[in-house]
């Protein structure tokens, strides 16, 4: 038997329609166009101004706090102004734009392709210099990497699990990513154990890819305490708390941390990042993007510097089918649809995929039968047919009694009702309005154990 | 850029899992049974099935459209349908068609559509339409035709029903004992008497392991309700053999598998997590066996589910699925 998680789940089909596509260099934009929000937590700072010369892999923008990240310039050339642009969310951010020259690469950057295995650096310095490269989850949600490697007072790291599940249907980076990058994973991975101090990992891989799993289990076979673990297929196993309870079985509690069972998680894709930083000395300013759909002319696999606009790596893949309805900024269950194509690839563009007209388009919202097939989906354990239901009321206050917080936003819920509500859209809602309950609640009691010390 | 894209919120795809693919797996599950009694009754059955099949769709559309004042098309979800078939499944064979329509129209008019249509309903309006005609027609609903063609291929096939058997052993009828219960065999293929739908808990079993497999239901209300009908009885059966029939004899009579997997499994009126659901099934088993041996009627599956109809909000409330972040820890 197979492990996965405890309850609830869904079965997409995989559609990885760009497996096994060789990973091949996209073209260098002609100006990049570089968020400093591209990660959970502060922006970063801007630390050059118009007119600079920047070399690939200098720094260009530096955290804007504790959970923040660095980041390096992707491109060499000029720095042409200081600006704001669309992201994925719709949303104009700041950002750098850089006018690309030639690509001319900080000389501390070790471009060689032989492996390093071996590092002087003890467990602090480790953090810091993967803190220093601007590492953040490459799994989509871009925490900072180095917040995770540094468990609050109280919680102590047990073991280390690798998310290489990609359980999102379409994309295949991180698939693609292990089969051509074990040796340097397994590397990062090391890395990451001597970060936080624990002698045991889990590389959690679906059984979508025998492949990746037969190669990691072999290359892992040569290091102690690592342990490929292959999961039963199964939406949202990627998710933090459902992979953790697939692989060591411990729930995370609500509103704790991950760390609370003892688990740190990283992606696949961020342990090659570690292992870039640390032995190559390589910043974090590419990484894989799988551009693909079922009308993409060449669904392909692609090292796209950030800063790359989309409409060009989908110009790269064949153009945009004339038959496009919607683009779609990382997976079809969780990815951000997209209003544009002019939107710089960031952190956490783990692909590119673009809908036909057919299928992207919601069916009419019938009334609830109250099938129970919600329930029976959702991963957290939560009743999505009523959270719905009392948020297009406005109850805010039972919503909140019904755990609306545990919701992981993982539309398993949406995917599988047969009425076609929008459930995953009000449990958004409803997060987004309790959350700010919570919030004023807190800013209350602060505000009033402060008068009673006074 | 020229192109105009559609712009969503997550998640971008669905199962394709429709209202009437669902509605269509139910009456897909339902073409064992239907043959069956086509079968054994022959055109009769044909008859009052299609007049509460369509008594049940036109009397939804007219609803709709002339009261509602709506312009969805709500018959098309297929909910309409179900319920005239498996109304008329719960009936028996030769009923006149105009007790039929009443019964529909109660059905939709009173108890569906009054509550405001699919989904909102409280009952079961197949099974209330068919308790509406027993209370008012218990005679002629009472009354089962000769299976004709099992009395042909099987020597001494009679109209009297298992159940009438038993409760007639319950009265103290003279002449009447529980040996003369036809065998579990014949039961399970469908040779006794008793409603359209009800006839073969073999052509119904198979209607539920369909529904199973293509994810229409899941297992837990059909079979809690079917495994504690048969122990219930069979502890009665055991304290004394004489009064109460067996345990086997009991589910494979009467109502029960067509309650179970067909009424006792409707969407809107049961409870919506696993652990109501079994509540709500071992509920139904127990209520079934105390209606038969101890109540008036001699079934009792329809008024089982339709008090735990009554109880599937309260459930609801009260017995709600386990949290991710409440599951036992297991730390290890």
Same mark, same amino acid.
């Given at each position: 038997m197979l492990k996965t998680f405890s309850i609830g789940g869904v079965h997409p089909e995989g559609n990885k329609i760009s497996a096994h596509q060789n990973i091949r260099q996209a073209e260098l934009p002609k100006q990049a166009i570089i968020l400093l929000g591209q990660h959970i937590g502060a922006p970063a700072k801007a630390i050059v101004k118009r007119g600079d010369e920047v070399?690939?892999?200098?720094?260009? *923008?530096?955290? %804007?706090?504790?959970?923040?990240?660095?980041?390096?310039?992707?491109?060499?050339?000029?720095? *042409?102004?200081?600006d704001t642009t669309i992201d994925a969310s719709g949303y104009r951010k700041p950002c750098i734009i850089i006018d690309v020259q030639g690509d001319e690469w900080v000389d501390t950057i070790d471009r060689t392709p032989d492996l390093v295995t071996e590092?002087?650096?003890?467990?602090?310095?480790?953090?810091?210099?993967?803190?220093?490269?601007?590492?953040?989850?490459?799994?989509? *949600?871009?925490?900072?990497?180095?917040?995770?490697?540094?468990?609050?007072?109280?919680?102590? =790291?047990?073991?280390?699990?690798?998310?290489?599940?990609?359980?999102?249907?379409?994309?295949?980076?991180?698939?693609?990513?292990?089969?051509?990058? =074990?040796?340097?994973?397994?590397?990062?991975?090391?890395?990451? !154990?001597?970060?936080?101090?624990?002698?045991?990992?889990?590389?959690?891989?679906?059984?979508?890819?025998?492949?990746?799993?037969?190669?990691?289990?072999?290359?892992?076979?040569?290091? =102690?305490?690592?342990?490929?673990?292959?999961?039963?297929?199964?939406y949202p196993q990627g998710g933090e708390k459902q992979l953790i309870d697939a692989i060591i079985n411990r729930k995370v509690g609500s509103g704790k941390l991950p760390i609370s069972t003892g =688990?740190?998680?990283?992606?696949?894709?961020?342990?090659?990042?570690?292992?870039? *930083?640390?032995?190559?000395?390589?910043?974090?300013?590419?990484?894989?993007?799988?551009?693909?759909?079922?009308?993409?002319?060449?669904?392909?696999?692609?090292?796209?510097?950030?800063?790359?606009?989309?409409?060009? !790596?989908?110009?790269?893949?064949?153009?945009?089918?004339?038959?496009?309805?919607?683009?779609?900024a990382g997976g079809p269950m969780m990815g951000k649809a997209l209003?544009?194509?002019?939107?710089?690839?960031?952190? %956490?563009?783990?692909?590119?995929?673009?809908?036909?007209?057919?299928?992207?388009?919601?069916?009419?919202?019938?009334?609830?039968?109250?099938?129970?097939?919600?329930i029976e989906a959702c991963p957290m354990g939560l009743e999505p047919y009523l959270i719905i239901a009392q948020a297009m009321k406005q109850e805010w206050d039972k919503v909140e009694k019904d755990s609306i917080m545990d919701c992981i936003e993982c539309g398993s819920c949406q995917f599988t009702c047969p009425a076609q509500r929008p459930i995953t859209d009000y449990c958004r809602l409803s997060k987004a309005k309790v959350g700010g309950i919570l919030r004023a609640r807190a800013a209350e009691a602060r505000a009033a154990s402060e008068s009673s010390k006074k | 850029m020229s192109k105009k894209l559609v712009v969503s919120l997550s998640p971008h795809i669905h199962n394709g899992d429709t209202i009437q693919s669902n509605m269509k797996g139910v009456l897909i599950a339902l073409i064992p049974a239907l043959a069956v009694s086509l079968l054994y009754f022959g055109l009769a059955d044909l008859y009052i099935i299609l007049t509460s099949v369509l008594s049940c769709i036109v009397l939804e559309f007219v609803i709709n459209k002339y009261l509602f004042k709506s312009d969805r098309l709500t018959i098309t979800d297929g909910s309409a349908a179900l319920t005239g078939l498996l109304l008329a499944l719960n009936l028996p064979s030769g009923l006149p068609l105009w007790m039929v329509i009443l019964g529909a129209a109660f059905a939709i008019g009173v108890i569906k559509m009054s509550f405001g249509g699919l989904g909102n309903n409280l009952f079961n309006p197949a099974l209330m339409g068919r308790v509406f005609l027993l209370i008012s027609f218990p005679a002629q609903m009472t009354t089962w035709p000769v299976n004709e063609w099992a009395s042909?291929?099987?020597?001494?096939?009679?109209?009297?029903?298992?159940?009438?058997?038993?409760?007639?052993?319950l009265n103290h009828a003279p002449g009447v004992s529980l040996d003369q219960l036809p065998s579990a065999w014949e039961m399970f293929i469908g040779t006794t008497g008793g409603s359209i739908g009800?006839?073969?808990?073999?052509?119904?079993?198979?209607?539920?392991?369909?529904?199973?497999?293509?994810?229409?239901?899941?297992?837990?209300?059909?079979?809690?309700?079917?495994?504690t009908a048969f122990i219930f009885a069979e502890i009665l059966h055991l304290v004394n053999p004489i009064m109460y029939a067996d345990g086997l004899s009991q589910i494979l009579s009467g109502g029960l598998m067509l309650g179970a997997i067909f009424m006792a499994t409707d969407y809107v009126t049961s409870p919506m997590s696993f652990k109501g659901q079994m509540v709500y099934g071992v509920a139904i088993g127990l209520l079934t066996i105390i209606i038969r041996v101890w109540g008036a009627y001699p079934e009792g599956m329809s008024f089982a589910i339709i008090i735990m109809n009554g109880f599937t909000p309260l459930i609801n409330t009260y017995i709600r699925p386990t949290l991710f972040s409440s599951l036992p820890k297991k730390v290890g």
């Open positions: 070399l690939v892999g200098q720094k260009i *923008a530096e955290a %804007g706090g504790f959970v923040s990240a660095a980041i390096h310039s992707p491109v060499s050339g000029k720095v *042409a102004k200081l590092t002087a650096l003890d467990s602090k310095e480790i953090i810091d210099t993967i803190k220093e490269a601007g590492i953040v989850g490459m799994g989509g *949600a871009c925490f900072p990497t180095h917040v995770k490697l540094m468990p609050p007072p109280g919680n102590t =790291a047990e073991c280390l699990i690798i998310n290489a599940v990609e359980c999102e249907p379409y994309l295949t980076a991180d698939h693609q990513l292990m089969l051509e990058h =074990a040796q340097e994973i397994l590397i990062g991975v090391k890395l990451l !154990m001597k970060a936080i101090k624990v002698n045991k990992t889990y590389i959690g891989i679906e059984n979508n890819k025998p492949d990746a799993i037969e190669l990691m289990t072999k290359v892992a076979s040569k290091y =102690a305490g690592v342990e490929v673990v292959p999961l039963k297929i199964k =688990a740190v998680v990283q992606n696949v894709a961020t342990a090659f990042a570690v292992y870039q *930083a640390v032995m190559k000395h390589k910043p974090l300013f590419e990484r894989v993007v799988s551009v693909t759909g079922r009308s993409v002319a060449k669904p392909s696999n692609l090292w796209a510097r950030f800063g790359t606009p989309l409409s060009q !790596m989908i110009d790269e893949c064949g153009g945009l089918p004339e038959d496009t309805g919607k683009v779609i209003p544009t194509l002019e939107i710089p690839s960031a952190k %956490g563009t783990s692909g590119i995929l673009i809908m036909q007209e057919k299928e992207s388009r919601r069916l009419e919202i019938q009334d609830c039968i109250r099938c129970g097939k919600c | 042909k291929a099987i020597d001494g096939a009679s109209g009297a029903t298992p159940l009438g058997i038993m409760t007639g052993v009800e006839m073969s808990a073999l052509a119904l079993l198979l209607g539920l392991v369909y529904m199973i497999w293509k994810k229409v239901i899941t297992w837990h209300i059909p079979i809690t309700i079917i495994a």
